[in-house]
């Protein structure tokens, strides 16, 4: 069965300071992996996907087959990416619906 | 251009009455899918569908629950009989296509069972 796993419900850190969001998966197949996010009385969004290889709002995520690991970075965490932070996994064929991780609440702080 | 519409976005029902939300999906979009969020937990998958399919139930609870998604009109997610475990935000998300990966979710409906 697929799982996707958040170890961090809550991660603070200050403004300037780096952010990595950790997401572990386990899946036997070849999976997608994804990170949504949801800002403050926002919609959850697509914020990056692995296949993609694009740094987003400064984000970049890099898939880890040997650690089945998709963690989100920043270098510089801003003000404005406080939000919560779901990690996402699909089978890379077929029909099949995206499973979500618990998400991580980012608090940046100034 | 409008995102995924979700109504009611708030729903109180007392025990054992049925509840329905509906979604509308971004214009174009053929695929359907609900999740639920717990509070304190993620998105859990409920079901996946297409214009008139159900592909993927999975996650549906066996009773009371029920989904469709017809040719004309939104998809409807039916809970029958509510409980007061019913209480959750109920999620619905849409895409273009099976392969995208990406979908494109509503503000939610929050149910209340009294």
């Known amino acids: 069965a697929q799982r996707v796993t958040q170890p961090e419900k809550l991660l603070s850190v200050f403004k300037g300071a780096p952010v990595e969001l950790k997401c572990n998966y386990s899946?036997?197949?070849?999976?997608?992996l994804f990170w949504y996010v949801q800002y403050s009385r926002q919609r959850l969004q697509l914020l990056l996907r692995?296949?993609s290889r694009e740094s987003i709002k400064g984000f970049t995520a890099d898939l880890n087959k040997g650690e089945t690991s998709f963690h989100l970075k920043k270098p510089f965490a801003q003000e404005e990416d406080s939000a919560m932070y779901y990690c996402?996994?699909?089978?890379?064929?077929?029909?099949?619906?995206?499973?979500f991780g618990k998400g991580t609440r980012l608090s940046v702080i100034a | 251009n409008a995102g995924v519409m979700q109504n009611p976005r708030h729903l109180v029902r007392r025990r054992g009455q049925e509840a329905r939300l509906r979604c509308s999906p971004v214009?174009?979009?053929?695929?359907v899918y609900w999740y639920r969020q717990l509070p304190e937990e993620g998105l859990k998958f409920m079901v996946y569908l297409q214009k008139e399919n159900i592909i993927d139930e999975s996650g549906m609870p066996k009773e009371r629950f029920s989904a469709e998604f017809p040719k004309e009109g939104p998809s409807i997610l039916r809970i029958q009989q509510v409980v007061r475990g019913d209480s959750a935000a109920y999620f619905c998300a849409s895409s273009r296509g099976q392969d995208t990966g990406e979908l494109f979710f509503g503000e939610g409906s929050r149910l209340t069972v009294l």
């Open positions: 996402a996994l699909r089978m890379r064929s077929g029909n099949t619906p995206l499973v």
């Open positions: 692995h296949i």
């Open positions: 899946y036997s197949g070849s999976p997608e």
């Open positions: 214009k174009g979009h053929s695929h």
